[in-house]
């Protein structure tokens, strides 16, 4: 039913709605030069695309906007096609030239340069670390009863935790430590780290057991900071600023981001677009576009944007594609050792 006319009148109408902001007439797309039909049949198709689901009117006497499936399908096989330039590519690959590109820090920036670049809200989620295994951990003592342990995974990511402990330990203690959760804690995967686990060890030191399960569970806690898939959401400012959509569905989304954002876990798909009429995304008018990080073959991530329906697509997806596929091959080149960043402390319950 969709012939090749209509689909080009369909196109226009969204291009031109996403330039203007503004209902399209019959009137406008007759001027365009690509439409070669009278303005009538330019009126009959848009009465069809709209009995079709891809148009609505929003007032009697305006034009036509385009759906949600006007949308779906304008992305899928209509939008323009928009090739990054070499400028482009430059520029976004001076985004991700960081000095310890690990894939945290590769996806915090990368979310930060896609909200500037979008001026949209930067959706972020890093998943590789839980599928890592434990390079190295070390203790080191930072003043009176005070102890830093940090943990280094093969996927290169690292953090740190300050531990307070009731004496000071030796460096017998110390020594007896190190080497032993070098043997029987390297390579072990940060998903099968437990309480379990940890008890276990505990109970197997001996002597060492209540002086050093402190640490133990320090081990334990970096482990678990890890595992942390949180949702990181940067230029939230960017979506309160405009006017087309509900700030308070914005907030109710911050609310339960980690929620929404969990549907995208099961998506087969490398790119997905959500809009706000689909199950679990709250926010009407709006658009959600994610695309995955790979390692290894897994997921080990997403990035993406939420914005309003009137988006230039076109542009907006291949930034998002190219930033997914440069952070993926960066993570994936086993050969590069991310170098280990100065310490940070934090207090007892902090982590980098």
Do not use: W
Not at 56 to 81: C, F, N, V, W
Not at 185 to 203: F, H
Not at 318 to 347: K, M, N
Request: glycine letters at 6%; hydrophobic letters at 40%; aromatic letters at 6%.
């Amino acid at each position: 039913m969709l012939n090749d006319r209509k689909l080009r009148i369909l196109a226009a109408v969204i291009d031109e709605y996403i330039m203007t902001g503004e209902p399209v007439s019959s009137k406008t797309i007759s001027a365009l030069p690509d439409i070669k039909v009278s303005p009538a049949t330019i009126r009959n198709d848009m009465a069809l695309l709209e009995q079709l689901g891809y148009l609505e009117q929003p007032h009697t006497s305006a034009g036509r906007i385009p759906t949600y499936s006007g949308y779906r399908l304008y992305i899928d096989k209509l939008m323009p096609e928009y090739s990054l330039s070499d400028e482009d590519k430059k520029m976004l690959d001076d985004f991700l030239d960081v000095e310890v590109p690990t894939a945290d820090v590769l996806i915090e920036t990368a979310s930060n340069a896609l909200a500037e670049l979008t001026n949209c809200a930067a959706v972020a989620k890093n998943v590789s670390p839980k599928f890592s295994v434990i390079t190295k951990v070390e203790v080191i003592p930072t003043g009176r009863r005070m102890y830093v342990l940090l943990m280094v995974t093969s996927s290169g990511d690292i953090k740190n935790k300050v531990c307070r402990l009731e004496f000071d330990l030796t460096n017998e203690q110390i020594e007896f430590f190190k080497h032993y959760v070098a043997e029987n804690l390297q390579g072990t995967s940060i998903d099968s780290m437990s309480d379990e686990t940890i008890e276990k060890l505990a109970a197997a030191m001996g002597t060492y057991m209540i002086t050093l399960t402190p640490l133990l569970k320090g081990v334990r806690e970096l482990a678990e900071g890890f595992k942390n898939t949180d949702v990181v959401v940067a230029g939230e400012k960017n979506l309160l600023a405009r006017t087309d959509i509900d700030n308070n569905q914005i907030v109710r989304f911050f609310e339960r981001k980690n929620e929404v954002v969990k549907m995208l876990d099961d998506s087969f798909s490398d790119l997905q677009v959500v809009f706000g009429e689909d199950g679990g995304f709250v926010i009407e008018n709006s658009s959600m576009i994610v695309s995955k990080i790979k390692k290894g073959g897994k997921d080990a991530g997403s990035l993406g944007i939420i914005g309003p329906m009137r988006l230039n697509y076109a542009k907006v997806i291949p930034y998002i594609e190219y930033l997914t596929e440069r952070i993926t091959e960066i993570i994936s080149d086993d050969d590069d050792i991310a170098p280990i960043p100065p310490l940070s402390l934090t207090d007892n319950d902090g982590n980098n």
